[in-house]
């Protein structure tokens, strides 16, 4: 079993950046693949990027390539993504989500999820 928990969301101005958190209980962080997705009011729950258990290998979604990096840390069981150049299309529920030996990417992938986390860019 494992829990994720999510932090650092909050309003920023477009232009700006924040920087989310993702802590995740249990003993063997390093086998999972983590990634972040986010859902807009009315809109599905989309893939923003996700990394192998090794962190290693990387993907993001074309939408946020170039403005966004994901990262994790293993030692403390954190996975963090930094966002810069946010836009307000990037208003949303953040979404911390882990997949025992994959990297998921679709809703279907994730074995757990966090609770989210709202992240609003103002115009």
């Known amino acids: 079993q494992v829990q994720l928990v999510e932090s650092g969301g909050g309003l920023v101005q477009a232009g700006g950046s924040l920087r989310l958190s993702c802590a995740a209980s249990?003993?063997?962080?390093?086998?999972?693949?983590m990634s972040w997705f986010r859902q807009a009011p009315g809109k599905a729950r989309e893939f923003v990027a996700g990394?192998?258990?090794?962190?290693?290998?990387?993907s993001y979604a074309d939408s946020v390539t170039g403005r966004f990096t994901i990262s994790r840390d293993n030692a403390k069981h954190t996975v963090s993504l930094e966002m810069n150049s946010l836009k307000p299309e990037d208003t949303a529920v953040y979404y911390c989500?882990?997949?025992?030996?994959?990297?998921?990417?679709?809703?279907?992938?994730?074995?757990?999820w966090g609770q989210g986390t709202q992240v609003t860019v103002s115009s």
């Open positions: 989500a882990a997949a025992r030996f994959r990297v998921p990417e679709t809703y279907l992938d994730v074995d757990y």
């Open positions: 249990g003993r063997t962080f390093s086998n999972y693949g």
């Open positions: 990394l192998s258990g090794s962190g290693i290998s990387t």
